[in-house]
């Protein structure tokens, strides 16, 4: 049992600072730990009723950057419970082609390492997201944010029930649609890369057995040389904390939607929307989702047209890929923004999680030390702005290029893609020194 974590004291006589955050993703919820933690005021306002009001259980990467961000910001008993709760690792991290024939194929152990924080993990959406909102009394759920008014040195905000709230500063925490961005930012633009997903899952339990070992044993990435991009990867659930927050009220569902009990494999399907045929933006319908997934792979090796054929009709989901251009600098303020509200990334690097992770735990440091007087407000927020725009336009920009190199690469740049990884294949310094860089992510 471990002890609960002290709460920092401050000095008494400074006024008290209150913090807004719009939004109970992953890096609204973490930067919330953050400030409770080091005892700083701060209350979640997030639209959704439950964590189980939409279907989000798919698994999510979180790399050694990301770890050592929610070892900051949680108390150690929530990191522990975090840590409990994530896949196993997977053995091997493969590239193949279309066909199914082996370009690359690294050794897990060349690409995570085995530190008990800074390390690479796969996590659960939805049990990161029950961790998160663990022991925050202050969080709001049904609470859709419409805009915010500054007055009197002090922010507004103000929600669809038409109630508000005031504190010092607004966070925008509110993902890539981000209200708060809008009306704050509103010429920075969040741009549709004309890329589509579909997702699904395929349980383990259930149709694991027909699944080909290659695709059920780590991750696995596939650029087709039809312009598809197919990434696979294993969550490999450690079932007895999988259920951890599972009678959290108001999340009675169960089933797909609610699942962090089961392992599965989960795979997305990338491509330029007129290559999805017969796809249309708004189509939820899973039986026609299937149909199109399975359309598109016709062609590929039976094992993959499997996976896809395989998948829980439940679980399948499309969406479009986004991304966001650089901002210029804008004059600190009372509202500032984190993660995908300012720097929307396609997810082609499974870094956009912890991009919003390490916004929270710098604008945590930021906005303790302003509230224990050591650093004026504003420059603390501005300081932790300048970083933010340059290391996350960075991963926003690193992303671009891993979708682009994955879907609709062109057939010079895929052959050349194709001979340097076997090449690396071959070469065992070569493969470590790839996988070393893959584990920087
Ligand atoms: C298929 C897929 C796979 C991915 N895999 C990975 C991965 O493996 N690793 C990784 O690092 N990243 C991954 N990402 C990216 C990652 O999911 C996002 O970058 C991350 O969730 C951003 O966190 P956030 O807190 O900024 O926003 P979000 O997690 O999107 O949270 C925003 C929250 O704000 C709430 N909200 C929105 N509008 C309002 C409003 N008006 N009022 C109140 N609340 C509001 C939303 O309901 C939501 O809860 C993936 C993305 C996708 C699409």
């Not at 933006?281 to 149909?291: M, S, T």
């Not at 039976?302 to 986004?322: E, G, K, N, V």
Request: charged share 25%; proline share 5%.
């Amino acid at each position: 049992m471990n002890a609960p974590y002290p709460v920092r004291n401050f000095d008494a006589a400074a006024p008290p600072l209150h913090v807004l955050v719009i939004g109970g993703g992953v890096g609204g919820l973490a930067l919330a730990q953050g400030l409770k933690r080091e005892g700083v005021s701060a209350a979640v306002y997030e639209r959704e009723r439950s964590l189980a009001s939409r279907l989000q259980g798919y698994r999510v990467h979180i790399s050694p950057g990301g770890s050592r961000a929610l070892h900051e910001c949680l108390t150690p008993h929530l990191f522990d419970a975090f840590d409990r709760t994530c896949g196993k690792p997977g053995r091997s991290f493969r590239f193949m082609t279309e066909q199914m024939k082996p370009l690359l194929t690294l050794d897990a152990s060349m690409i995570s390492n085995d530190d008990p924080i800074a390390r690479h993990r796969s996590v659960s959406r939805i049990t990161l997201r029950q961790v998160l909102m663990a022991e925050l009394a202050d969080l709001h759920l049904g609470k859709t944010f419409v805009r915010y008014e500054e007055r009197d040195g002090r922010v507004i905000a103000h929600f669809d029930d038409g109630s508000s709230a005031e504190g010092d500063i607004l966070v925008a925490a509110d993902g890539s649609g981000s209200r708060v961005r809008r009306q704050f930012l509103p010429d920075a633009p969040l741009i549709d890369t004309g890329v589509a997903a579909i997702s699904g899952k395929v349980f383990l339990d259930e149709a694991g057995e027909r699944l080909a070992p290659r695709l059920r044993d780590g991750m696995c990435l596939v650029a087709g040389r039809d312009g598809t991009g197919l990434f696979v990867a294993l969550q490999d659930v450690v079932a007895a904390d999988g259920a951890i927050g599972a009678n959290e009220p108001g999340t009675e569902a169960s089933g797909a939607v609610f699942e962090n009990t089961r392992s599965y494999v989960m795979w997305g399907l990338g491509a330029k929307r007129d290559r999805l045929v017969g796809l249309d933006a708004n189509e939820h319908d899973p039986a026609k989702l299937g149909a199109v997934a399975q359309r598109t792979v016709a062609g590929w090796a039976p094992a993959f047209r499997d996976l896809i054929a395989l998948a829980d009709p439940t679980t399948l989901s499309q969406f479009s890929i986004r991304t966001s251009a650089p901002v210029a600098p804008w004059p600190t303020g009372r509202v500032t923004l984190i993660g995908d509200a300012i720097h929307a990334m396609t997810p082609y690097r499974g870094i956009g999680a912890n991009m919003a992770l390490e916004d929270a735990v710098r604008l945590t440091r930021a906005l303790v030390a302003a509230a224990r007087g050591e650093r004026d407000l504003f420059d603390a927020i501005g300081a932790y702005e300048d970083a933010m725009r340059d290391y996350a336009f960075r991963a926003v920009r690193n992303s671009l290029n891993a979708m682009n190199g994955a879907v609709d690469a062109g057939a010079m740049r895929l052959t050349l893609q194709r001979l340097m990884f076997r090449a690396i294949d071959r070469l065992p310094a070569l493969k470590r020194w790839m996988g070393s860089r893959m584990g920087r992510d």
